[in-house]
């Protein structure tokens, strides 16, 4: 069974998620630390958890998803998933961090390309990976059918959705991301998203301003 902890990293107040089970096997999800206080945060969970970490995951390459990926790479010892489309976003994370004044020494390159339809799995437990554009180029959201819930990355907020104003952002696209890949998903499914607070997939449904279709 799976279990999440979320932690609030970085200037942007990025959600980043530890996924675990009880085997102590972890998957770490935007880590985006920018201060060694970030960091120690993180880190005394899994200590005081007795957790392994053996994934390092990104929903999307933006650089408040980012700017911790080589740190904890490094410090767990772990390769970084994403989809490959994300790969421009990493090409100019050095002057996105600058804009942003955000910290970056390294960018950490992908070390398992990931796409729609693949899973990952935590011995039985298992996340289904959803390919859900719109957003950015190659942002993904991981579904776990049997806990019953998603990380939506930047997809689908609490009563909002991603920009689609940056580059290969797209309405219509994002839309039709949430509508096949997002609300098909059971009601109750509950949603970890990239900011803000956690939802309900019916919620959203019904209610989201951008993207509710009246059911639920």
Known sequence: ???????????FQLNAYVVYNESGEAFIFDPAVSSAAEM????????????????????????????GNQQVAE??????????????????????????????????SIDRPL??????SLGEDVLQVLDTPGHADGSLC???????????????FYQSIGRTDLPTGDYDVLQK????????????????????PDTKIGREK?????????IG
Do not use: C
Request: hydrophobic share 45%; glycine share 8%; proline share 7%.
């Open 1 to 11: 069974m799976l279990k999440v902890k979320k932690f609030v990293f970085n200037p």
């Open 40 to 67: 120690q945060q993180l880190d005394e969970f899994i200590r005081q958890n007795h957790l392994n970490p053996v994934l390092l995951v990104n929903t999307h390459s933006h650089i408040d998803h980012i700017i």
């Open 75 to 108: 410090k767990y010892k772990i390769p970084l998933a994403a989809h490959p489309g994300g790969q421009p976003f990493l090409d100019r994370a050095f002057d996105s961090a600058a804009r942003f004044g955000l910290p970056l020494n390294a960018v950490k």
């Open 115 to 120: 796409a729609g339809g693949e899973t990952l």
């Open 142 to 156: 991981f579904y776990a059918e049997k806990e019953g819930f998603v990380i939506t990355g930047d997809v689908l």
């Open 177 to 196: 991301s949430i509508w096949e890949k997002l609300f098909v998903l059971p009601d109750e499914t509950v949603v970890y998203p990239g900011h803000g």
């Open 206 to 214: 019904r209610e989201n301003p951008f993207v509710a279709i009246g």
